[in-house]
């Protein structure tokens, strides 16, 4: 999810960048293969080490990270309707992206209900335990709201459009509430007990995530409402993108200067690789996504390039957190480590 969302961020921007679709569209082919091949990697996880896997649910480190499969799914699954007409044709563009959108939203609903009863009956965790990390198993269905609003244009009219139209939104809020009760928790953790070791460090940047996001899908939901209600709901809705947005901008990037400090701070005292270090992408490319359509949709310069700024952090985080990845995996340190 990490890689798809820069492929996202990169065709939603309000500017254009000199090869901007060329990269978007690379992009999301890495994104596909590594989606791709990590299933298959979970698939023969889960059949030949099946006690391993269920062990991992048990872990109250490990669960919350059972949200990142069905946001990948949903991610490369709308970066397919995004750029990959243009490589494997609309018709086979909108079938993946119906599928993963289904796979995702189905796991991801799922996970948003397993994983907190998990923490509330079976993992031992405290307050001075709270990680960004929570966040990651409420998260995917607002990635869903998100995701889903491309397919509106694509349901049939009637009923069955309407049942999506609400079930996004239902899924916004969902996970909207769910996040913000967890933000509160890690913000009184922060206070009482500090930023924490070193390595969980970047886990604060997955608090932009919820924010962005659900920035993108109140404005991507608003301006496909047309679609499905007539005014004055389908306005309102229209109005409620900007209306929720702009302040939840205002937040978002008040956490991200806070998050920044904090980092800049514990590099300066060693911050080791880990693959935490991914929580500087989808997250910041949420940002991008939410910036860019709060810049299209009040036609705000400012915003735009606002966006575009956060889209350079973006590619940056994106590229660090990779060539490290690549370079641990290929001299076995993270495979050691596994």
Known sequence: MGTGIVAIAASLLPRQLAGQDVFAAGVWLLAATLLLALLIATA?????????????????????????????????GAGALLVGPAIVGHHAALSIDLVLWGAGTLTGLVVAAVVPYLMF?????????????????????????????????????GQARLTMLLGCY???????IASLVIIVLLWGRLIHHGPGPARTVPTLWIVLGPLGQSITAANLLGSQAHLVLAP?????????????????????????SIAAAVTIKT????????????????????MVTGTS?????????????????????LA???????????????????????
């Open 293 to 313: 359509e709060l810049a299209i949709h009040t036609g705000s310069i400012a915003l735009a390039w606002l966006a575009v700024t956060l889209f350079v952090l």
């Open 267 to 286: 590099i300066r005292a060693g911050l080791p690789f880990s693959l935490t270090w991914w929580s500087f992408t989808f997250p910041v490319g949420t």
């Open 232 to 256: 004055p709901y389908s306005s309102a809705l229209e109005a409620f993108g900007i209306l929720y947005g702009v302040p939840v901008l205002g937040f978002a990037l008040l956490w991200l």
């Open 316 to 338: 940056c985080a994106w590229g660090t957190a990779l060539t490290n990845t690549v370079a641990r995996t290929v001299d076995g340190q993270l495979l050691a480590a596994a």
């Open 121 to 157: 009956t079976v993992h031992d965790v405290h307050l001075e335990d709270a990680l960004g990390s929570w966040l990651m198993p409420v998260v995917p269905p607002m990635v869903s709201a998100a995701t889903g609003a491309a397919l509106l244009a694509h349901i049939p009219a």
């Open 44 to 76: 023969v996880h889960w059949i030949r080490y099946p006690q391993n896997a269920r062990h991992h649910a048990l872990n109250p480190a490990m669960a919350p990270f059972y949200g990142a499969p069905p946001m990948a799914m949903l991610t490369v």
């Open 170 to 176: 239902g899924m916004f809020g969902l996970s909207l």
